[in-house]
């Protein structure tokens, strides 16, 4: 029972638009604060000793909340996500990565999207304060910011809840 409640919920917004994932728990204190409606039932039942509620894997709010345009914040975890946890140097896939700055900082590189690849310890040692002319090392991909879609903010809950996936295409 205690995993069923802090399992994952899909928010949509009132025009259906995917806003954020939260526990069980809380949304099913907000579909019985009648702030939020369901939308689609992926996990069966909950049952107390009187009543039965649908477990919640959808909710859609019930009021429109106005936000801003979601971008993804940059952190060393987002970049290893954004280079699918791969060596930009040498290719190899691992989670024991490092982050690299193509300029380094001691050369005037920015903490940017643009400037920053995960490298393995290797590529990192190798390369050192250098350039990637001077070190001979170039990165496997251009780096760029990644695009703040539905798919990319949602896509880890996505191999256990593949009944999300017609809300969050096309977002």
Same mark, same amino acid.
């Given at each position: 029972m205690k995993t069923l409640l802090s399992a994952p919920v899909l928010i949509l917004n009132a025009?259906?638009?995917?806003?954020?994932?939260?526990?069980?728990?809380?949304?099913? &204190?907000?579909?019985?604060?009648?702030? =939020?409606?369901l939308v689609l039932n992926g996990r069966g039942y909950i049952r107390t000793i009187s009543k039965k509620y649908q477990a919640p894997s959808v909710i859609r709010l019930e009021n429109m909340i106005k936000r801003p345009r979601p971008i993804?914040?940059?952190?060393?975890?987002?970049?290893?996500?954004r280079d699918n946890y791969t060596c930009q140097y040498c290719g190899t896939k691992t989670t024991n990565?490092?982050?690299d700055h193509i300029i380094p900082k001691h050369l005037g590189g920015a903490? &940017?999207?643009?400037?920053?690849?995960? =490298?393995?310890?290797?590529?990192?040692?190798?390369?050192?304060?250098?350039?990637?002319?001077?070190?001979?090392?170039?990165?496997?991909?251009k780096p760029k910011t990644p695009d703040a879609s539905a798919?990319?903010?949602?896509?880890?809950?996505?191999?256990?809840?593949?009944?999300?996936?017609?809300?969050?295409?096309?977002?």
């Open positions: 025009n259906y638009e995917p806003l954020n994932v939260c526990s069980m728990k809380r949304a099913l &204190t907000l579909m019985y604060s009648e702030k =939020a409606s993804v914040k940059l952190s060393k975890a987002e970049v290893f996500r990565l490092t982050i903490h &940017t999207w643009d400037n920053l690849v995960a =490298a393995c310890p290797r590529c990192n040692h190798k390369k050192g304060g250098k350039t990637c002319a001077q070190a001979n090392m170039r990165p496997m991909k798919v990319y903010r949602f896509g880890r809950y996505l191999t256990v809840n593949q009944e999300w996936l017609p809300f969050i295409k096309g977002w």
